[in-house]
């Protein structure tokens, strides 16, 4: 009884205030307060007050806090050909030492670079793609890593494609993957929410 009460004091405040202070009309204002009263019922029927406020405690944490099972990939495409004398400076095994010089630890790969000249030449060369991982990537990384780079080999520019994906280890134990599908459960979280929510310390 308390509840439909309530529910009509809402309905007569909604269409009061649809009608003063937005200017709707007495039919109108009847019809939106009913649609707005009823998608707020329907919108918070399964609503927890404190489970809201556990979520959003933890999800606060997670802003600070980095995800210790994530880090950056950045992919580094390199030519090897010289720009202005077209040729070679370093066999391949040199030019991998030398991008192991600038990047410290990475993964090379072989690979072909295509690109056609201002002349409407197409070009082959011989190219790297190194692939660095870092926990947290410092400020002009990849401006100033490039640009050793573009010194080094001599090229125009050197491709770099940062934050494309996040690298996953996958090595959660069984405890730990039952606790995150228990969250998941419970709080009706995806996995990446919930092991998000798990590493911030809920």
Do not use: C, I, W
């Given at each position: 009884m308390e509840q439909q009460e309530e529910k009509s004091l809402k309905n007569y405040y909604a269409k009061c205030v649809l009608r003063n202070k937005f200017g709707l009309s007495g039919d109108l204002a009847e019809v939106v307060s009913k649609l707005m009263l009823n998608f707020y019922d329907k919108?918070?029927?399964?609503?927890?007050?404190?489970k809201a406020k556990h979520y959003r405690n933890a999800a606060s944490n997670m802003m600070m806090d980095p995800r210790p099972n994530y880090n950056a990939k950045i992919d580094f495409y390199i030519g090897l050909m010289d720009k202005d004398t077209k040729?070679?400076?370093?066999?391949?095994?040199?030019?991998?030492?030398?991008?192991?010089?600038?990047?410290?630890d990475c993964t090379i790969t072989d690979a072909t670079g295509c690109y056609t000249n201002e002349k409407g030449e197409r070009i082959i060369m011989d190219t790297l793609v190194a692939t660095k991982i870092l926990e947290?990537?410092?400020?002009?990384?990849?401006?100033?890593?490039?640009?050793?780079l573009k010194e080094i080999f001599n090229q125009s520019s050197i491709i770099n494609a940062g934050n494309t994906c996040e690298i996953r280890y996958n090595n959660e134990s069984p405890e730990t993957i039952r606790y995150i599908q228990d969250m998941m459960d419970e709080y009706d979280l995806f996995w990446e929410e919930a092991e998000q929510a798990m590493n911030a310390g809920w």
């Open positions: 919108f918070f029927e399964n609503f927890d007050p404190e040729s070679y400076h370093y066999t391949k095994e040199q030019a991998k030492q030398k991008v192991f010089e600038v990047l410290g947290r990537v410092p400020k002009d990384y990849q401006h100033d890593t490039s640009y050793k």
